[in-house]
């Protein structure tokens, strides 16, 4: 993987603040031609510095109210079982995150849902069918204090 320098940086920075700037506009801002910002860019996607383009959605104006933290004990620890258990989370859509942790509980899930007893449903009927759940401890969002998805580069030009 190539080294990231300054102008990789600046670029990284933009986009993470708006991932919809063309790359002239991306030229513009860093005083530099149209050709080696586009190779850059490519370059950081071909690397997988940059994995993916998104719109963020603001969850709570889709109907989405009710942000749940999901601690979850692994009954077997076996290899196979834990794939297992990977791929089922992977396919529930209400699940936006899922982590492998250490500690009490074996895996961290980020959870978003309309409403309480839709997360009571989901609870019993998605995470209760996975036949490996030894435990399960819920977490409930009261208020975001701060959500940010941008990793902080520093930038040549601040």
Same mark, same amino acid.
């Given at each position: 993987?190539?080294?990231?320098?300054?102008?990789?940086?600046?670029?990284?920075?933009?986009?993470?603040?708006?991932?919809?700037?063309?790359?002239?506009?991306?030229?513009?801002?860093?005083?530099?031609?149209?050709?080696? @910002?586009?190779?850059? @860019?490519?370059?950081?996607?071909?690397?997988? @510095?940059?994995?993916?383009?998104?719109?963020?959605?603001?969850?709570?104006?889709?109907?989405?109210?009710?942000?749940?933290?999901?601690?979850?004990?692994?009954?077997?620890?076996?290899?196979?079982?834990?794939?297992?258990?990977? %791929?089922?989370?992977?396919?529930?859509?209400?699940?936006?995150?899922?982590?492998?942790?250490?500690?009490?509980?074996?895996?961290?899930?980020?959870?978003?849902?309309?409403?309480?007893? %839709?997360?009571?449903?989901?609870?019993?009927?998605?995470?209760?069918?996975?036949?490996?759940?030894?435990?399960?401890?819920?977490?409930?969002?009261?208020?975001?204090?701060?959500?940010?998805?941008?990793?902080?580069? @520093?930038?040549?030009?601040?």
């Amino acid at each position: 993987m190539h080294t990231l320098d300054d102008t990789d940086r600046a670029i990284l920075h933009d986009l993470q603040e708006d991932a919809t700037l063309k790359t002239r506009e991306l030229a513009s801002r860093l005083n530099l031609s149209y050709t080696p @910002v586009y190779e850059r @860019v490519r370059r950081l996607e071909k690397e997988g @510095v940059i994995k993916k383009y998104v719109a963020l959605i603001d969850r709570e104006k889709v109907g989405k109210k009710l942000m749940v933290f999901c601690n979850i004990a692994l009954k077997e620890h076996s290899l196979a079982m834990g794939e297992k258990f990977v %791929e089922a989370i992977r396919a529930i859509p209400e699940v936006l995150e899922c982590f492998n942790i250490s500690g009490d509980y074996d895996f961290l899930l980020k959870i978003v849902v309309n409403d309480m007893p %839709e997360y009571q449903q989901f609870l019993m009927q998605k995470l209760g069918s996975l036949e490996n759940i030894g435990s399960t401890h819920s977490l409930f969002v009261m208020g975001e204090i701060k959500n940010n998805s941008e990793i902080q580069i @520093v930038n040549p030009r601040e």
